[in-house]
């Protein structure tokens, strides 16, 4: 049996995005339990050269978005990047996995090969699809969701690794 490009890419994205969302509303869930301005966690950053939480789910999604887009030829939705708060970021959560789960199969398998650049300030990364997904993608909305996880876990929100990986199946 041989895996298509949407089972590779779609499912694992989808995934870790609810899951981000889990983490989200337990933090939220712990500021108002705690009397903690949610605006402590929402721009806390774990060293000063880093981005804040904000910025870690607008990448997770951002990412998400741009796969689909990229392999499809479709346009991405645009969001504005103004989150101030945990229902903002699970909403935008929300609209990306609306985006995300609209595209069927048909729509992303056999795109392996099709090429893909992205523009950069520091010059074009050119891709093949599928080491897009494996090399640029995945790793990129990993690397988010994991530094938002420690971001909240950093700062005393009751959260472990399976509240990161979410339920297995």
């Not at 990306?96 to 523009?119: H, M, Y």
């Not at 993608?137 to 472990?160: D, K, M, Q, S």
Request: hydrophobic share 40%; proline share 6%; glycine share 8%.
């Amino acid at each position: 049996m041989s895996i298509g490009m949407y089972q590779l890419a779609i499912p694992p994205v989808v995934r870790a995005l609810e899951n981000l969302r889990h983490l989200l509303s337990k933090a939220a869930s712990h500021c108002e339990s705690r009397k903690i301005e949610p605006a402590a966690l929402i721009q806390y950053r774990l060293f000063p050269d880093m981005r804040p939480l904000t910025f870690q789910v607008q990448v997770a999604c951002d990412m998400a978005k741009g796969c689909v887009a990229r392999l499809t030829g479709l346009e991405a939705p645009r969001f504005e990047d103004n989150e101030q708060s945990f229902a903002d970021l699970e909403s935008r959560i929300d609209r990306t996995l609306a985006f995300v789960r609209g595209i069927g199969a048909a729509q992303i398998d056999g795109t392996e090969s099709k090429p893909v650049t992205i523009k950069t300030p520091r010059g074009d990364l050119n891709f093949q699809g599928l080491g897009y997904v494996q090399g640029f993608v995945l790793p990129n909305v990993y690397f988010h969701c994991t530094t938002a996880y420690n971001i909240l876990r950093h700062n005393g929100v009751e959260i472990g690794k399976m509240d990161f990986l979410g339920k297995p199946g």
